[in-house]
T-cell receptor
Framework: DTEVTQTPKHLVMGMTNKKSLKCEQH?????MYWYKQKAKKPPELMFV???????INESVPSRFSPECPNSSLLNLHLHALQPEDSALYLC????????????FGSGTQLSVL | GEDVEQSLFLSVREGDSSVINCTYT??????LYWYKQEPGAGLQLLTY?????DMKQDQRLTVLLNKKDKHLSLRIADTQTGDSAIYFC????????????FGSGTRLQVQP
């Protein structure tokens, strides 16, 4: 299994909703990442988990809350989002750290109304 | 990312070679990657090169690295319509912020 699986593929939510994005990999990777990608822009790093501990938070607003329950799962909890948070949210994993190949999921396309 | 720059658009005819260029500013970059993104999809790692290498070839893909000029290129031989996508170069470093920094992406359009 060489896949990173993200669910849901599409999500529409209101500004008062609470939702979660999920990411799963079974490659034995110990580093997992959340990226945000706006249309026609490169992905921007949000969070990095290394061995289930948060190692990088790129000054992301607290309305985004990451969680790594175990080495195979990564969640992104969303609460009180703004319309400008609408984007493609990409999860990625690598064997141990960033100096290795990242494998990306296909993303969750999020629309905030 | 402002540390990694790419031209925005490239159009080629099917069967021709495509060359996508990337420049980076940080000489401590140690790993350089090329990713492909098709519409509505995630990023697919195409190939990568370590900074102590000058060239790497993988089937139709050739990566050239000029460390002096901090210039990276991706050559796709015999370009096909299925190669139409956005191509991102990306770098990581051994020190400091150990995460991928992406270039702005080059949209490759292959005309039949």
């Amino acid at each position: 299994d060489t896949e990173v699986t993200q669910t849901p593929k599409h999500l529409v939510m209101g500004m008062t909703n609470k939702k979660s994005l999920k990411c799963e990999q079974h490659m034995g990777h110990r580093a997992m990442y959340w990226y945000k990608q706006k249309a026609k822009k490169p992905p921007e790093l949000m969070f990095v988990y290394s061995y289930e501990k948060l190692s990088i938070n790129e000054s992301v607003p607290s309305r985004f809350s990451p969680e790594c329950p175990n080495s195979s799962l990564l969640n992104l909890h969303l609460h009180a989002l703004q319309p400008e948070d609408s984007a493609l949210y990409l999860c990625a994993s690598s064997l141990q750290g960033a100096n290795e190949k990242l494998f990306f999921g296909s993303g969750t396309q999020l629309s905030v109304l | 990312g402002e540390d990694v720059e790419q031209s925005l658009f490239l159009s080629v005819r099917e069967g021709d070679s495509s060359v996508i260029n990337c420049t980076y500013t940080d000489s401590s970059s140690t790993y350089l990657y090329w990713y492909k993104q098709e519409p509505g999809a995630g990023l697919q790692l195409l190939t990568y090169i370590f900074s102590n290498m000058d060239m790497k070839q993988d089937q139709r893909l050739t990566v050239l690295l000029n460390k002096k000029d901090k210039h990276l290129s991706l050559r796709i031989a015999d370009t096909q319509t299925g190669d139409s996508a956005i191509y991102f170069c990306a770098e990581t470093k051994d020190t400091g912020r150990r995460a991928l920094t992406f270039g702005s992406g080059t949209r490759l359009q292959v005309q039949p």
